[in-house]
């Protein structure tokens, strides 16, 4: 055997950079969460200027905490925990500065773009396609880093941590390319590849496997390495640890389309996906389980050290928010559940619980490490601990009882059989309250943000003048392996399969077990993806659907710009208490030119799928202006600014162009779409100047705004508009 042995150090400068980096973004999008939470008990809070409104701002929440935020926790501890259980620097340190400086600069375009309105409307893909290239560049950067390390490791099995890194890379990276794909039609303007039921179908698939691979998986591999590590104790089951990673990585694929329950999405597939989400409740206990019970021996630890503290509720948190998805999934449940703030707490059960307080275990245990000077304050520690907590327990109460008061009331029938709560403000009112209290919940949480910066700030102001940078010794990976302690063989297939020494030997094969992880993928999502876009039965066409007209088109995109898809859904699902509120259910073929859907997935304001017609025009200009004057306790912010900027009637051919691109059958429109949309929005300025409004709205984007949604739920409605046909042209 060779004595040679190699000496190195590791990258904790790459480490430092993302730790600060997921400081400072999980302030920006706490604080962007706590201003939309206050514009939803006020809308006096949108202070009336259009890139501070709740529609544009919501996504910048969300992707702010995901991305930014929980995206450079992850990768902090990746590359920290990455070097030491592999026993090598990072293989390129070029690479890990591109990927931290192009992660940030991803992260501040989004902060850009996306309150100007620049956005796809697709839940967690918001961002649009210079964006998303941008991602898909640094994210192969990262594998390419990451896999390199494997490739010049000195250890030869991969642990377990290690194998969730894995996992989330490859998935991510399939998840974001493939739901992405879209035809540009301007610098900042693209259409989904996908329409309607087809494009619902791989959002959920990306949706749902984003908060899997992005929030779950990642995080799970923290635990494994973080939590032992502060327990100083061993991972409680190593077999528990192969059973729970497979069995997520296999199942979690197949969950998505639980999110779209009684919508226009064919039975079969929410059925499936409902099934398997279910199926998923174990396997993601099975990582709760090993989590806590690592502690076995250790919880006297717990009542003294803030880390443990972090890590045990952050972990309870995963084992509630992973029994809660299962029985959401259930229709039953997710009938009284879907579009209401029960879902909202959910998310934050497991946001604010699971990524947030692992987050900050992780971080107060990092800090002495890398700064190389004692943590300033436990007691401090301690606080923001306690009141974290609180905060959360404040939050998710008061969500919860507003996503059930919510499905209730909707569903709600009087004596005499109608709708107990006709209007949708009634309920919207009653939830008032419990959104002061989220408010309330919210702060607390921020609080305790600022806190921990405080306390790790702190803790670099006193690192020492020069950091000491250790050299560590390891022999290099003999080529040939030779298992110097073998196991003694189990007699049986089925004890060989139970002691796991199969595991074992993939454990020291990487690129075996990398594309184990691609298999397991790819097989679940193809076997949901081609019935849907190839059995025709899914998508039955109906004859009276047209495309939309290009001003109707261009309104389309005004509305995807100010957000609105995010406060109304467009989908009447086939519940009593729905079609009695907004008419007629929705069907699959109302949807193929929609690109891409605008299903919603919350109702703060009312459904809009059956809106065309049911107001005048002059009703929604005024609207527009002023909510509150024709909807009394409205909580919707005003939108004069679409009254007074002109339309960009030139800007129209382009984007009927890129639909034309994705087969949209347009006609006459794809030689002169500006004209058609001239004609158009004069037509819808003559009926506003004949109800008793202003002159010269013909020019103004509220036009094509107004035109959309007039044209909503009408194309049914037509004699015939429910048989079967070819998609006929206009």
Not at 95 to 116: C, E, K
Not at 505 to 528: D, G, I, K, N, Q
Request: include cysteine.
């Amino acid at each position: 055997m060779s004595t040679h042995v190699d000496t190195f150090s590791y990258d904790d400068a790459i480490v430092r950079k993302f730790l600060w980096a997921t400081i400072i973004w999980g302030l920006v999008g706490f604080l962007a969460g706590l201003l939309i939470a206050l514009q939803l008990a006020n809308p006096i809070f949108n202070f009336d200027i259009s890139w501070l409104s709740f529609g544009r701002l919501r996504p910048l929440h969300t992707n702010a905490v995901i991305f930014a935020f929980a995206g450079n926790a992850i990768f902090t501890g990746a590359y920290y925990s990455t070097q030491r259980l592999l026993k090598t620097r990072m293989f390129s340190d070029g690479l890990s500065n591109f990927h931290f400086w192009g992660w940030q600069a991803i992260i501040v375009a989004a902060a850009i773009t996306l309150p100007l309105g620049f956005t796809q409307a697709k839940e967690y893909a918001e961002l649009e396609w210079p964006i998303d290239i941008a991602i898909a560049v640094v994210w192969v950067a990262f594998a390419i880093n990451f896999f390199g390390t494997i490739a010049r490791r000195r250890e030869r099995h991969i642990y377990v941590a290690i194998w969730f890194y894995i996992a989330s890379i490859i998935t991510v990276a399939i998840l974001h390319i493939f739901n992405n794909l879209s035809v540009p039609a301007g610098l900042f303007k693209s259409y989904s590849l996908y329409a309607g039921v087809q494009d619902a179908f791989m959002q959920w698939w990306y949706g749902h496997n984003a908060v899997a691979f992005f929030l779950t998986t990642p995080f799970l591999g923290l635990m494994y390495y973080f939590m032992p590590k502060a327990a100083e104790r061993p991972v409680f089951s190593y077999k528990l640890s192969i059973l729970h990673f497979w069995t997520i990585v296999f199942l979690y694929i197949w969950a998505g389309p639980h999110h779209l329950h009684y919508t226009a999405l064919p039975d079969w597939a929410s059925t499936l996906g409902m099934l398997f989400s279910v199926m998923l409740w174990m396997p993601s206990w099975g990582g709760m389980v090993n989590g806590l019970l690592t502690l076995r021996g250790a919880w006297h630890k717990v009542t003294e050290e803030p880390v443990l503290k972090f890590f045990v509720v952050a972990i309870t948190a995963y084992g509630m928010s992973t029994f809660e998805g299962p029985m959401l999934s259930v229709k039953s449940v997710n009938a009284l559940a879907h579009y209401t703030d029960w879902i909202i707490a959910h998310v934050h059960t497991g946001a604010l619980g699971w990524n947030g307080l692992l987050t900050f275990g992780m971080v107060y245990w990092l800090a002495p490490r890398l700064f190389q000077a004692p943590l300033h304050s436990k007691k401090l520690a301690e606080v923001h601990f306690w009141i974290a907590s609180f905060g959360i327990l404040l939050y998710v109460a008061a969500i919860y009882s507003a996503g059930i008061t919510q499905g209730l009331m909707w569903r709600a029938f009087d004596e005499t059989g109608r709708l107990a709560y006709p209007d949708f403000v009634e309920t919207v009112m009653q939830l008032m309250p419990m959104y002061w209290v989220r408010v309330v919940g919210g702060t607390l949480y921020i609080v305790g943000a600022c806190i921990f910066a405080y306390n790790i700030f702190r803790t670099w102001q006193a690192r020492p003048k020069t950091y000491e940078v250790p050299m560590v010794s390891a022999p290099p990976l003999p080529a040939v392996y030779v298992d110097e302690h073998p196991a003694p063989v189990p007699a049986g297939a089925i004890a060989r399969f139970t002691s796991a020494g199969w595991h074992r030997r993939w454990e020291r094969l990487p690129t075996l077990f990398t594309v184990m992880v691609v298999v397991a993928v790819v097989v679940a999502s193809l076997a949901e993806i081609i019935p849907t876009f190839l059995i025709k039965s899914n998508v039955p066409t109906i004859a009276s659907v047209r495309p939309y007209t290009p001003l109707e088109l261009v309104g389309r995109d005004l509305y995807i710009r100010e957000g609105c898809f995010n406060c109304h859904s467009q989908m009447v699902r086939p519940l009593r208490h729905e079609t009695e509120r907004f008419g007629e259910y929705s069907k699959p073929g109302e949807f193929v030119y929609d690109h891409p859907f605008l299903w919603g997935s919350r109702r703060i304001g009312p459904d809009l799928a059956r809106v065309g017609g049911k107001y005048p025009d002059l009703w929604h200009l005024r609207h527009f202006e002023e909510p509150t004057s024709l909807v009394q306790n409205s909580i919707m912010p005003g939108y004069r600014h679409l009254v007074e900027r002109e339309l960009d009637f030139d800007g129209i051919q382009a984007r009927v162009d890129a639909m034309v691109m994705l087969g949209v059958p347009y006609g006459e429109a794809v030689r002169n779409a500006p004209e058609l949309a001239r004609a158009q929005a004069n037509d819808v300025g003559a009926r506003i100047v004949e109800g008793g409004g202003q002159a010269g709205m013909e020019t103004r984007e509220v036009v094509a705004l107004i035109a959309y949604l007039q044209r909503l739920g009408k194309d049914i409605q037509q004699a015939g508009g429910v048989a079967a046909a070819p998609g006929a042209t206009p």
